[in-house]
């Protein structure tokens, strides 16, 4: 029989401690419904969604009643849709609420995927699309975009980093009355996977299969929870094997529940992406773990050093676990969804620049930042080629997912409610970046990227 | 297939009689019990078969609930702490 210890710790993790499935995403590639007429296009668009993902969100209940551990997001991942207004022209606004009609009516979370890969330079529609940003996540509830504007391979595309600084800010602009809600479905990638089932930046690849289930698994609080059973005095790498412990169980029920619903819905299984992932939730929080390691508070010295071991060591635990973890697995660090990070940040502990030194060495990046509401779109764009260039030399992911509080006064909260939480306005550096990102061009790839 | 069920709560008189009673309506074989009483509180954790179960494990759990509404009764598949416990 099952040891009871074994029982009763599962059943704690998942009551008591926030264990879940955070996602179950499904990857669809929409390149066979290009069409040269924009309407066709998007009629295609629809029928492959609905086809393929309408099961989903039903699928995706009956395995949380099945096994009784909840999986909180069902999602869908698409091609990237400046592939698709390539071929077909037109208002890629329309693909936008063609792609949030459909998730309304299957009934999942987040839509991701209008989103365009310029990290070497602009092919056909991604001016279009990116230019149509702003718009398409103002008019939309569920629509998620990302735009990739920096590789290790190919450097860092400086025309498309001055860009999205300035649609950044029109985002908010858009949703100025609706908590700045645009940019907060906005992300910035340098090395994006394409495989990644997190949003906002999830979409789905042209390199993957036609249709694909991916896992994303989480629970910031049972770590916490592991290691504050630990003694104070314990030496760090034995902290850093408790947490790949855990990582591995947390791994291996995300396994259980990934190959169950690729099985149940007959689409081939992806890949888990372990990643931290944190939620408003009192004790869902990576800041916390830090804090338990040994930390006063997220944000002061040392938080980079205990990052870095807890990311290492969740990857660690991750791949023992399953064969085929992908995505982004490591710890997130989003602001507005952390009670830690929104305590350290609301107090002064934790600031934008110790945020962009953990960036170096956790899973993603400046996640979910609220700046003030007149930075200008150079500095957005600076802070992008920032984070792009410390993901560039690493060979690493980095996004930049901020939001201009416009309308709002220093000290004030945005308020964005469920997933995304809340978070207060980061000081920046009131020094302009502009001459330097005027100059646009390319940021050409480092060395790292003369591997064959 | 086998599923696990908890019961966690204050001690009772017959807490076992019920939910073994609740199992047998569904058509559900209990395998193996253990129960143990740690100061007042009373856990028990039963392995059942579920091969000829006449309902879902969500139903199953809300009949056992339904016969003793003090308690915390949990019903998962077998499956998931061989997965989280095994290598």
């Known amino acids: 029989m099952i040891n009871t210890r074994d029982i009763i710790e599962t059943i704690t993790m998942i009551q008591e401690e926030n264990l879940d499935i955070r996602t179950i995403t499904m990857g669809i590639s929409l390149l066979d419904c290009a069409d040269s007429d924009i309407d066709r296009s998007c009629e295609k668009v629809y029928k492959k969604i609905k086809r393929l993902a309408g099961t989903l969100v039903p699928t995706g209940i009956a395995i949380e009643k099945k096994y009784g551990i909840p999986i909180v997001n069902k ?25 949030d009609r459909v998730a309304k009516e299957i009934g999942v979370n987040f839509i991701g995927g209008f989103s365009a890969l310029v990290q070497k330079g602009f092919s056909a529609g991604d001016r279009e699309l990116i230019d149509s940003i702003p718009r398409a ?48 479905k906005l992300v ?46 314990a030496p760090l790498n034995e902290v850093a094997d408790l947490i790949k412990r855990t990582a591995f169980k947390i791994t291996r029920m995300g396994q259980l529940v990934g190959s169950e619903a690729s099985k149940m819905l007959g689409v081939p299984f992806g890949i888990i992406d372990l990643s931290l992932a944190p939620t408003p939730a009192i004790g869902d929080s990576v800041a916390y773990i830090l804090e338990e390691i040994g930390l006063e508070q997220c944000g002061t010295h040392g938080t980079t050093a ?107 909260m945005l308020d964005f409610g469920g997933l995304l939480g809340k978070g207060p306005i980061m000081k920046i550096n009131d020094k302009s970046s502009s001459v330097m990102i005027e100059r646009g061009g390319r940021i050409p790839a480092p060395m790292q990227s003369l591997k064959n | 297939m086998r599923a696990v069920v908890t019961v966690i709560g204050k001690d009772d008189i017959g807490i076992l009689a019920k939910v073994s009673t609740a199992c047998a309506e569904k058509m559900v074989s209990v395998d193996e019990v253990t129960q143990s009483i740690l100061e007042d509180y009373f856990c028990l954790i039963m392995l059942v078969g579920i091969d000829r179960m006449t309902c879902s494990i969500e139903e199953l759990q809300q009949n056992i609930q339904g016969k003793v509404p003090d308690m915390t009764v949990h019903v998962m598949h077998e499956d998931i702490f061989d997965s989280m416990h095994r290598i």
């Open chain 1, 188 to 233: 910035v990638f340098c090395n994006a996977p394409e495989d990644n089932p997190f949003m906002a930046g999830a979409f789905h690849g042209p390199g993957e299969p036609d249709c694909v289930l991916n896992v994303g698994v989480s629970g910031p609080g049972v770590v916490r929870a592991a290691l504050a059973k630990m003694p104070k005095d």
């Open chain 1, 75 to 99: 999602r869908v991942a698409v091609t990237p849709i400046s592939m698709l207004v390539a071929v077909s022209g037109g208002d890629p606004v329309k693909y936008a609420l063609t792609l």
């Open chain 1, 306 to 412: 205990a990052l870095a071991m807890l990311n290492d060591a969740v990857k660690k635990g991750g791949v023992m676990a399953s064969s085929t973890v992908g995505g982004l697995s490591g710890a997130f660090i989003p602001v507005s969804e952390d009670a830690g990070m929104i305590n350290a940040a609301a107090n002064g502990t934790l600031t934008l620049e110790k945020l962009e030194a953990m960036t170096a060495v956790c899973s993603v990046g400046l996640d979910m930042i609220v700046l003030p509401g007149d930075t200008p779109a150079e500095t957005i764009s600076a802070i992008i080629a920032d984070e792009a260039a410390i993901g560039m030399v690493n060979s690493k992911t980095t996004a930049v997912r901020v939001i201009p509080a416009i309308g709002y006064e220093e000290g004030q």
């Open chain 1, 137 to 184: 996540l103002a008019q939309t509830d569920l629509v998620c975009s990302s735009v990739n504007v920096g590789s290790t391979k190919a450097g860092i595309n400086m025309d498309a980093v001055k860009l999205m600084g300035q649609k950044v800010r029109e985002a908010a602009e858009l949703t100025k009355d609706n908590q700045c809600m645009g940019p907060a």
